[in-house]
């Protein structure tokens, strides 16, 4: 691990040592470790009261009332629930949903999945920058349109959604607004109310929570009714059943709240490394930047190195944690959908790699990896 310089916060962030503080209260014999469904004792009572303040901390994060939010195992579940849930409940009303062909895994495999079960599935493509535009959206919306499931950041080009616009074109069409919005939280200040969404996917591990656990925001309102996946004790409102993980809920809470506080120093401060990155290439040749510096999170820089092989590159950076495609995806060696979505040829999409940035990259982090890049890039191009 020594001399390792970690750059991929947009796969998973560190645990805040505040939030494992947090965390490891939540464990023991001497902690609040009882089943918060547990109602005839004083230890189960504490641990309700642990999960509802959690509940408070992450609702009050994107404005919405603690009685929406539905915990979840992840941002995955999560998008799971909100789309297959939804669909299956608003059967009588229509069978369309419509997304993008540039969603993480999580949307686009669960609406491949609601096509098996016979609903109709429209496919946005982005612009070049990776946005969807509401003008996009507006044409491809029907009378028999349920859902329209767009995420809120892109997972690898950082890139923006106009989620305001989005909503209101939904809504204007009379379908419902679920957003993904799990590399958002912290990176971006996030209202459901002012914004017009209607479910949100949230996850604990993009924001320096502990990985397996995420929340489900579920607007409060007659029109919306979920079909529950996961059958049990009735928890969650009847939506998501299984015992409750106070530590890992616990952990998510306190990760909400640090980014509510200190989110905006925390994206002044990754806003300057990413200048600080992109000056210190500017005089390299053959560096394209596939994401933007507008209407981007400053946390993702996407760049694709022509001339190199991409595995090679990565072998030449195998002291700096970056990401080729998507994390979830490493292990094929297809190119990126997501850059061939924007236009980015395949030749240039394998030899692509994202650089991700958070609360604990430095400066010195970013003068490291620029030495490494340069010597690296020298070194394949001879
Ligand atoms: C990481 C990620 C997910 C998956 O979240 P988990 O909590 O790991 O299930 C979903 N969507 C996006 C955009 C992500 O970045």
Sequence with gaps: MSGSIYLDYAATTPVDPRVAEVMSRHLTLDGVFANPASRSHMPGW???????????????????????????????????????????????RGRHLVTSTIEHKAIIDTALALEKEGCEVSWLTPDGSGRITPESLKALLRDDTVLVSLMAVNNELGSINDLAGLAAAAHAAGALFHTDAAQAVGRLPLNVAELGI?????????????????????????????????????????MRSGTLP????????????????????DQARIEALQARFLEGLADLPGIHLNSTTEASVP???????????????????????VSTGSACNSASVEPSYVLREIGVSRALALASLRF?????????????????????LTGLRR
């Design 356 to 376: 991700s940035l958070g609360r604990f990259t430095t400066a010195d982090d970013i003068d490291r990896t620029l030495a490494t890049l340069r010597h690296a």
């Design 46 to 92: 504490q641990a309700e009261q642990a999960v509802e303040s959690a509940r408070r901390q992450v609702a009050d994060r994107i404005g919405a009332d603690p009685r929406e939010i539905v915990w979840t195992s992840g941002a995955t579940e999560a998008d799971n629930l909100a789309l297959i849930g939804l669909m299956r409940a608003g059967r009588e």
């Design 198 to 238: 209607d479910l949100m996917s949230l996850s604990g591990h993009k924001a320096y929570g502990p990985k397996g656990v995420g929340a489900l925001y579920v607007k409060r309102s007659p029109d919306i009714r979920l079909e529950a996946l996961i059958h049990g004790g009735g928890h969650e409102r009847g």
């Design 246 to 265: 106070t530590h890992q809920i616990a952990g998510m809470g306190e990760a909400f709240a640090i980014a509510g506080r200190e989110g905006e120093a």
């Design 299 to 321: 946390n993702i820089i996407n760049l694709g190195f022509s001339g190199v092989d991409g595995e090679s590159l990565l072998m030449a950076l195998r002291n700096i944690a």
